[in-house]
């Protein structure tokens, strides 16, 4: 048989279900109005720049003869499934996000969606999280998904609450110091 009708292994089988990070049932995939905006400029650089590229690549090279030696059509198609990967992952995420601007509650002192908190732990430990949306949450710079547990356990508190938060080394104690949210864009 031609090696053109043979299957690819399941290692490099493209899955066209794009698995996306778990809401809880019957909430809503919230995201600031900048990290929308950041999906939606990488959705647009795969569409308009990195997928044609990887294209012409693999155009060039399936037109060199044996593709099944020919390092740059193995790599390039490759990659082009993980870019049309990455692209439904981004086009689903953006059709469900829902855009909610935090700078609506400058000023206030009770936490939402958008706020920078600063609490202490039962241990003394002074500690700020920002709460954001699944897609944009970074722990690094200590932003939280609002659904992480340190998020559930302070949104709707305010300034000067004690709340308990359960942790898998048992429950502790956390005390909201300060809330603050971006202030509104100027137009």
Known sequence: MSKAFTR???ADEDVDEVRLAPLPAGTRNYITPAGYARLRVELLALIDNERPKVVDIVHWAASNGDRSENGDYIYGKKRLREIDRRIRFLTKRLEIAEVTDPSTHH??????FGATVTYLDNLGVERSVTILGIDEADSSRS???WVSPIARTLLKARVGDLLKLV???GVMEIEVLRVTYPPAAEH
Do not use: L
Request: proline share 7%; charged share 25%; no cysteine.
């Open 8 to 10: 690819e292994t399941e």
């Open 107 to 112: 000023g206030n002192d009770q936490v939402f």
């Open 143 to 145: 932003e939280v998904s």
């Open 167 to 169: 942790t898998p080394s």
